[in-house]
């Protein structure tokens, strides 16, 4: 079966400090790749999405950047952190033969202070 | 007008009742639908995926009204563990998929 796996679970930084989070499946081959924001009492917003290694789509204009240095791994990062980047960030998969539902990570509680 | 729209709620029932969500979106052209269910502090979690004919799963059922662009579901015998967040759920060509901002659902003894 497939799983999904991010970390840091939680994490608090200073404004303006550099920023990685890493998402990783397991279990499938080639999935579409996602990065999501969801802010405190609101939806989700896509950020980023990934059909490929080294293909990358920007949803929304940013300080973010997204990665896929391999096939089922997508890294999420920031040079220089601002406050509104605080929130809750999810990683999720979908493929063809699932009907390209979604499947979400555990999610990444950021706090910037 | 936002692409996906939902009552934010809360809507609080007892335990056993029916509650119903609605869910309208803009995009005509959309083609798929779905409602996640999300606890606090977690990951949103397929509940369902909503068909033209309609569909059911237990004490859920969605429904898809493609003419006025709205879905539905509805959850008979609520349980004290329904309480939760619902996202609606619409993703149109390619990848761009849209989340409703959620109902809230508090089930109570």
């Known amino acids: 079966s497939q799983t999904i796996h991010q970390w840091p679970a939680t994490l608090v930084q200073p404004v303006g400090s550099p920023l990685s989070l890493e998402c990783t499946v397991e279990g499938t081959s080639n999935p579409n790749l996602y990065w999501y924001r969801q802010a405190a009492g609101r939806g989700l917003q896509l950020l980023f999405y990934?059909?490929?290694?080294?293909?990358i789509s920007s949803e929304v204009p940013q300080n973010l950047s997204a990665s896929r240095p391999q096939d089922r791994q997508f890294i999420l990062s920031s040079k220089k952190l601002l406050l509104s980047d605080s929130g809750f960030y999810l990683c999720?998969?979908?493929?063809?033969?699932?009907?390209?539902?979604?499947?979400f990570g555990p999610g990444t509680r950021l706090l910037v202070l | 007008r936002k692409e996906v729209e939902q009552d934010p709620g809360p809507f609080n029932v007892p335990e056993g009742a029916t509650v119903a969500f609605n869910c309208t979106y803009s995009n005509s052209a959309s083609q798929s639908f779905f409602w996640y269910r999300q606890d606090c502090r977690k990951e949103p979690k397929l509940l369902m995926s909503v068909y033209s004919s309609g569909n059911e799963d237990g004490r859920f059922t969605a429904q898809l009204n493609r003419a006025s662009q709205y879905i539905s579901l509805l959850i008979r015998d609520s349980k004290l563990s329904d309480s939760a967040t619902y996202l609606c759920v619409v993703r149109g060509g390619g990848f761009k998929t849209i989340f409703g901002a959620g109902t809230r659902l508090f089930v109570k003894a």
């Open positions: 990934s059909v490929g290694i080294g293909q």
């Open positions: 999720a998969w979908s493929d063809l033969r699932a009907g390209e539902t979604q499947y």
